[in-house]
């Protein structure tokens, strides 16, 4: 049996701090399961299929990935998937208390579910998709901290709201 991880967040766009979350992971886990949770109450920029998409084409043909959207909770995807390990990035002290908060009350949920933490490397522990969203709309290069695709995106995104 394959030792699985998921890593489950917005993803909105995805940034070189996932993939390098990812990378880490890989060299732990066999599979890395990315779950882009679909929360309907949380405003995103792109679509959960947008975000699925450029995953797909970040990680096409890497049979180590496994890309998948949920709208519910995490520890019932952990259930449907059959695994208990969740993967979780820390950038600083700052996201401690959040995920402090989350991990608790998954394993509250479901006691089998744990979660693991890997830092990035330090060029991309100020990274976040929202700096990067901001960043970008306000005309600043931001190609060095996201994929060529995401890139793509944002480009797209930004050209059809400015036509608005
Ligand atoms: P969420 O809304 O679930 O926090 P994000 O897409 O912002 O979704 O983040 C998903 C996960 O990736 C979180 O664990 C977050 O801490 C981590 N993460 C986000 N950006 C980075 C980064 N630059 N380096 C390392 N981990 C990151």
Known sequence: MKNKVIYPGSFDPPTNGHLDVIDRALTVFDKVIICIIVN?????????DERK???NK???GDDRIEITSYSGLLVDFATEKRVNTVLRGLRAVSDFEYEFQMALMNMK???AVKTVYLMPS???TYLSSSLIKEVYSLGGDVRSFIPEV???YLHRKLAK???R
Request: glycine residues 0%; without cysteine; aromatic residues 14%.
């Open 109 to 111: 949920l479901k006691p």
């Open 58 to 60: 970040i990680y096409s």
């Open 53 to 55: 998409n450029m995953f």
């Open 122 to 124: 330090p060029e991309y």
């Open 150 to 152: 995401v890139e793509k």
């Open 161 to 163: 709201k400015r036509k």
């Open 40 to 48: 309907p109450s949380k405003k995103t920029l792109f679509s959960a």
